[in-house]
């Protein structure tokens, strides 16, 4: 099953926004609220973690049609991570409550985005296998 992205943006009638981004522009920093759902429409996005002393790793690579950020499912209240933009990017801020409303009134929806999470842990996984 492969997601469908005007499926999601269809579904998403409220509590988004959309915002360009220049190259290392900070979507969103680490510790920062973690109050939205994002999905990358252009661009290339990282997402990367800095330790109490100060080194940086990167722990994400994300293209177009990908999300992030959706620890805020799960009840973080804040970042574990930075996301930064690689090149110019288009990104949509879905909020955690229309995220949560198109989840749970959307089951197609709902079941694209769990297979799309799955789909890209796999992938990280078998990266940090590497």
């Given at each position: 099953?492969t997601?469908?992205?005007k499926a ?5 009638s ?11 522009d900070?979507i969103?920093?680490q510790?920062?609220p973690?109050d939205?759902v994002?999905?990358?429409?252009k ?14 790793a990167?722990?994400a690579?994300?293209g177009?049609?990908?999300?992030f ?7 973080q209240?804040?970042?574990l ?6 090149a ?8 955690k409550?229309?995220m949560?409303r198109?989840l749970q009134a959307e089951p197609s ?9 799955l789909t890209?842990?796999s ?5 940090l296998?590497?």
């Open positions: 099953m997601f469908d992205p999601f943006l269809a579904a998403v409220h509590g988004r926004t959309i915002t360009k981004y220049a190259k290392d900070v969103f920093p510790a920062g973690a939205a994002f999905y990358v429409q661009g290339r996005i990282k997402i990367v973690v800095e330790s109490e002393q100060g080194k940086e990167v722990i690579l994300l177009a049609g990908e999300f950020g959706e620890g805020c499912l799960i009840g209240p804040l970042r991570a930075t996301a930064r933009a690689m110019e990017s288009e990104v949509m801020r879905v909020g409550g229309e949560i198109v929806f709902g079941e694209l985005f769990t297979a799309h999470l890209r842990n992938r990280i996984e078998a990266d296998v590497d």
